[in-house]
Structure formats: structure tokens, C-alpha cells
T-cell receptor
Framework: DAGITQSPRHKVTETGTPVTLRCHQT?????MYWYRQDPGHGLRLIHY???????DKGEVSDGYSVSRSKTEDFLLTLESATSSQTSVYFC????????????FGQGTRLTVV | AQKVTQAQTEISVVEKEDVTLDCVYE???????LFWYKQPPSGELVFLIR??????QNEISGRYSWNFQKSTSSFNFTITASQVVDSAVYFC??????????FGRGTSLIVHP
């Protein structure tokens, strides 16, 4: 199994508070992704990274920011959490694109109340 | 832009039935890769298969088979003699020149005993 860990696994937070989710990999893969999964929408890309300090927006990036200061860590921050950001968040890594498959973390269930 | 459509939101079958999950894609790239992933009730996402755009050979792995047809832009997944353990959400994905994997909305397969 690919070494990819998300933390925390579950979090409940209040509206308006900042939240940071962490993705840590031990595979030294260049590409890292943050997706959110919602019923009826499948997996939607929030942000992705193609190297240290190289990041870009996905299709649902509003309200989210990311940082990647080391190859192994990719952080997702909700600057001011809203109820619409209640979701399951998945981190994924990929060795190369477009050919390589993605390996996913276990997911983080975030509830914003 | 690339797009993946999984028109079947949910499929319900009885054990031992054969079932086909449809995946239709759109891309302008001549080189691209198609993937299937499985998400069982436990929540993790697991890679099943990858196909590149130059390889239209069908693939069979045990009870699973995949039919890739460029002429119809489809990459369908068939489970023969379904089992309860096949119950999961299945995602089709496409990765091409943009290097961003695009996922379909997923098909929920429910196999009843």
C-alpha cells in the first residue's frame, strides 16, 4: 500500500473558524491532490501540486488554500469554514502524469456546524 | 477540457448477476489514460485498472473485464457473477494533456444476496 496519511480523520468545527487538513506521503511522489467528495458530485478537485511550492487551483478552489513546503506534505486550509464545506476530503498522490494511477489517503470527514 | 460521464447513478442487482458500469469520456488529447477506481463502504479509494489511448485491447481479470472503445469514447466495466463484496461506488477517471485527473460522479453498485 502507498504510504499516504491524512490527519485528522474526523473533525467538527464551527462556522468561521480556520481549519487545516494535512496530507503526508512517504512515496516521494511529485504530484499531490486534494479532492472533496459529496453525494451526487463524485470527486471534485480543489487544489493540486506538481512540486514543492508549485500549486494550482482545481474546479472548486474558492474558500480553500494550500501549501507544500516539503515534498511529503500537502496542507489544505479552509480560511473561514462554512457549512457548504462540510464534506469528505481526500488527498491523492501520483508518481507521474498523466500515466500513473493515483493513490488515495483514507479521507477526512469534516463537519462545519 | 476533459469530461467523464457515468450516467448510472445507482445499480442494484442480485448476487450472481452480470453487471456493466458505463463510462463515457470526452477529450481533445490524442494521448490519454483511463482508470477505474473502487470505493467500498469502508471509504477508501482503490485503483483497479489503467488503459492508455493506444491500447484498445479488452482486459479480463478474474470476474472483472474492461471494454475500451475509442470509436464510442467509452471504457465500460463488467463484473461477471457479481458478489456482495462487489458492492461499492465505482469511479471512472481520465488523465490527459492537462495532467489533472478528472473523475466521473461514480456509480453505486449494490449487490443483494
Amino acid at each position: 500500500d502507498a504510504g499516504i496519511t491524512q490527519s485528522p480523520r474526523h473533525k467538527v468545527t464551527e462556522t468561521g473558524t480556520p481549519v487545516t487538513l494535512r496530507c503526508h506521503q512517504t512515496e516521494n511522489h511529485r504530484y499531490m491532490y486534494w479532492y472533496r467528495q459529496d453525494p451526487g458530485h463524485g470527486l471534485r478537485l480543489i487544489h493540486y501540486s506538481y512540486g514543492v511550492k508549485d500549486t494550482d487551483k482545481g474546479e472548486v478552489s474558492d474558500g480553500y488554500s494550500v501549501s507544500r513546503s516539503k515534498t511529503e506534505d500537502f496542507l489544505l486550509t479552509l480560511e473561514s469554514a462554512t457549512s457548504s464545506q462540510t464534506s469528505v476530503y481526500f488527498c491523492a498522490i501520483s508518481e507521474s502524469v498523466p500515466a500513473a494511477e493515483a493513490f488515495f489517503g483514507q479521507g477526512t470527514r469534516l463537519t462545519v456546524v | 477540457a476533459q469530461k467523464v460521464t457515468q450516467a448510472q447513478t445507482e445499480i442494484s442487482v442480485v448476487e450472481k448477476e452480470d453487471v456493466t458500469l458505463d463510462c463515457v469520456y470526452e477529450t481533445r488529447d490524442t494521448t490519454y489514460y483511463l482508470f477505474w477506481y473502487k470505493q467500498p463502504p469502508s471509504g477508501e479509494l482503490v485503483f483497479l485498472i489503467r488503459r492508455n489511448s493506444f491500447d484498445e485491447q479488452n482486459e479480463i481479470s478474474g470476474r472483472y473485464s474492461w471494454n475500451f472503445q475509442k470509436s464510442t469514447s467509452s471504457f465500460n466495466f463488467t463484473i461477471t457473477a457479481s458478489q456482495v463484496v462487489d458492492s461499492a461506488v465505482y469511479f471512472c477517471a481520465l488523465s490527459g494533456g492537462s495532467y489533472i485527473p478528472t473523475f466521473g460522479r461514480g456509480t453505486s453498485l449494490i449487490v443483494h444476496p
